[in-house]
């Protein structure tokens, strides 16, 4: 799973752990985190937590990673695309730089692991999960880069569903008001996002975690889908 060393990441790979699985957790940055993560969970099971480090921007790696890893674990069931570039990119003010990190790391880099696990997750008649985002079918002010990254995740999802079945299953989950961003956010810009939420309340990352191990465990005949667990925010316009 990528981008799993903390926050939504970091429960997912719990829960998928706690059920039985050996869970492989990318990082690029937080190398103490993932380590101290991984500490935990083979504590609790030895073995059940590798660790993998690498740049999701360099995609020419990922064969090399795909197979290192599989020689390590000896199959590849589930690949969980969940690393994300998250910050504004205000219209007038984008730099290409931006534009090449926050596609890369929520489209590109899907597509090409994706590629690269196809044959282990063939084999294993697997599932890939994708991270999506409420905001890549509903517009976020002054993030055009991000959404339309986050928007054609879902196309890729639906794509990769209908390209890749009946061996394999693709599905996407897309994260309402779950964690808040670690940008700074007011008070005020909170309750308004509460507001507009159905259930007028944050979700958990428990309620993603859930949702994967639904869709990884439980959904055999779901694929091609992207599930919003966003408390109700897609009903408001």
Request: glycine fraction near 8%.
């Amino acid at each position: 799973m990528t981008g799993a060393a903390r926050r939504i990441g970091a429960m997912v790979a719990r829960t998928l752990q706690r059920e039985g699985a050996t869970v492989v957790i990318h990082y690029k940055d937080s190398g103490d985190e993932a380590k101290a993560l991984q500490a935990e969970l083979n504590a609790q099971r030895q073995g059940s937590c590798l660790l993998l480090q690498a740049d999701l921007l360099a995609t020419a790696q990922f064969p090399q990673l795909i197979s290192a890893l599989v020689e390590q674990t000896g199959r590849l069931d589930i690949l969980i695309n969940n690393a994300s570039s998250f910050y504004p990119t205000p219209l007038g003010s984008i730099q290409e730089q931006q534009w090449e990190d926050l596609m890369g790391t929520n489209l590109k880099a899907p597509l090409f692991l994706s590629q690269a696990a196809l044959p282990y997750l063939r084999q294993s008649q697997g599932v890939i999960i994708n991270m999506a985002d409420v905001h890549g079918l509903r517009p976020l002010p002054e993030f055009s880069v991000y959404c339309t990254a986050k928007a054609g995740l879902i196309m890729l999802t639906q794509v990769l569903a209908r390209e890749l079945g009946p061996s394999i299953r693709v599905n996407g989950i897309a994260p309402g008001a779950i964690l808040w961003p670690e940008r700074p956010i007011s008070e005020d810009q909170r309750a308004e996002l509460l507001a507009k939420t159905a259930l007028e309340r944050m979700g958990s990352p428990e309620d993603i975690a859930r949702t994967v191990l639904f869709l990884v465990r439980d959904a055999p005949y779901i694929t091609g889908q992207v599930i919003a667990v966003d408390g109700g925010r897609l009903l408001n316009h």
